[in-house]
């Protein structure tokens, strides 16, 4: 969300533009790249069960398809703003790029807030978003995902929608669906397990052994939950996790020194991240303010829930043990802060690698929609991994190579790759 004066487009903006001019990328390119290629912004008026009639603003950006049809999620969220679409749009094309699977860059959204909205509600208003633009989206030119605040079950709807338009089945025009529903195996664990693969990857590096380490989550949605599985089942310890509250509409850090039991905090979690507060009391887990999952004393941070969360009030209040931050969500330090950590010689993996698990699994999931055949779990999660692998080896490599920052470094090989297909194409 767009909050303050923080605003995520400039924010992305002021990223590219510093590595293009590394690059020394040629002004068309620059402007070609450095904004989205198309947006559509729409009203999807909802008849709601009272029987009254709601009009919402939605919108679809595509930032870029020239290695592929465009490729990124849907998100619900009451301060959802197109400028933060515009920069997570530029994110996914980055995204793709990075971990070069043959998709480009798109985001889209709806501001609404689905936890005061009945399924039957919420059904309506993915059938309303998918008729608004039923001809601009598809398996060949922008296929949709889940993000913050959506999952399988909306994306059925709208696969429904979709093909109840066009008249077929196309189960590659979406992915995140629901498994035996055109869905893949592994593409719920994937974000989390992808930022756990380059967490593990990083921590070698380092010349740490991963139960030795202890981490501190922001979040505890989709991504945090299997980043946190996957990361106590490598033998590393989880000390804190933070999540809303919807009840008392903010935050809270869940926190015990010995280690959180993830799958019993999974069994107090409702369907969009909130931990059931009563409960955590009973097992002895100490409740804390919202900030302070950043401010424990721990080896690795992994903030995984929105953007804009470090920033220069808070990012000195991390601990001196710190020595990894694995951005599971999409833009969580905001431009002051990175600069800062930067300075300081803070071990980042950039968020357009470290969260690349989803899309990366959304590829194959379209792959095997498009084929009808679907792979076991196990062929799922070792290609995703060998994918998550050789994508931050080659980031490291070329942060090593170059004395790069590791963001900047993610950005040399994806604007690289980018730049290259809108030559290769005569674009520019
Ligand atoms: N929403 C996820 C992301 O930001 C996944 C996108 C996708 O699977 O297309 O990466």
């Known amino acids: 969300m767009a909050n303050g004066s923080y605003n995520p487009y400039e924010n992305a903006q002021a990223q590219f533009d510093r590595v293009a001019n590394i690059l020394g990328l040629d002004d068309a ?9 198309k947006e559509y912004h729409f009203t999807i008026p909802v008849k709601m069960d009272d029987g009254s009639t709601k009009v919402f603003n939605g919108y679809r950006i595509q930032h870029n398809d020239a290695r592929g049809p465009a490729k990124g999620g849907i998100r619900f969220h009451p301060q959802e703003t197109v400028d933060t679409i515009r920069a997570l749009s530029m994110w996914m094309t980055w995204k793709c790029a990075v971990v070069d699977i043959p998709l480009g860059g798109g985001k889209g959204g709806i501001i609404c807030d689905p936890r005061n ?6 059904e309506r208003l993915c059938r309303g978003w998918v008729r608004k633009l039923a001809k601009d989206v598809g398996p060949f030119s922008d296929v949709p995902a889940p993000d913050v605040m959506t999952n399988g079950k909306h994306m059925l709807w709208m696969l429904d929608e979709f093909e109840q338009i066009h ?11 629901p498994v035996g529903m055109g869905g893949s195996l592994g593409r719920t664990e994937a974000t989390g397990y992808g930022l756990i693969y380059t967490v593990r990857e990083a921590l070698k590096n380092l010349g740490m052994k991963i139960e030795n380490t202890s981490a501190s989550i922001q979040g505890f949605g989709n991504v945090a939950q299997y980043a946190a599985k996957l990361y106590t089942e490598l033998g590393g310890t989880v ?8 009840t008392d509409k903010k935050a809270y850090t869940f926190a015990k020194k010995s280690g959180l039991d993830i799958a019993a ?3 107090m979690t409702d369907s969009f991240g909130s931990i059931d507060k009563d409960k955590a009391r009973d097992m002895g887990i100490e409740i804390l303010p919202e900030g302070a999952w950043l401010e424990q004393e721990v080896d690795i941070l992994m903030p995984s ?9 808070n990012v000195d209040k991390i601990s001196k043990q710190v020595l990894l931050i694995a951005e599971g969500a999409n833009g969580p330090i ?5 600069e800062k950590l930067r300075k300081n010689g803070m071990f980042v993996i950039p968020d357009f690698l470290a969260n690349a698990g989803g899309v990366t699994c959304s590829y194959f999931e379209q792959v095997q929609s498009n084929m009808n055949y679907y792979w076991e779990k196990e062929e799922v999660l070792h290609k995703l991994d060998y994918q998550m692998t050789t994508s931050f080896k080659a980031v490291k490599e070329t942060a090593d190579k170059n004395k790069l920052y590791m963001r900047d470094a993610a950005y040399v090989i994806s604007i ?13």
């Open 29 to 37: 390119t620059k402007s070609l790249l450095r904004q989205p290629m």
């Open 117 to 122: 909205l009945t399924e039957n509600e919420q």
């Open 167 to 177: 008249g077929g089945r196309y189960p590659g025009f979406i992915t995140g669906k």
């Open 239 to 246: 000390v804190a996790v933070s999540c809303w509250d919807n």
């Open 265 to 267: 905090l999974f069994s």
């Open 305 to 313: 829930a929105l953007e804009n969360q470090i920033t220069l009030e």
């Open 334 to 338: 905001n431009t002051d802060a990175d």
């Open 416 to 428: 690289n790759r980018v730049a290259q297909a809108v030559k290769m194409r005569g674009w520019v």
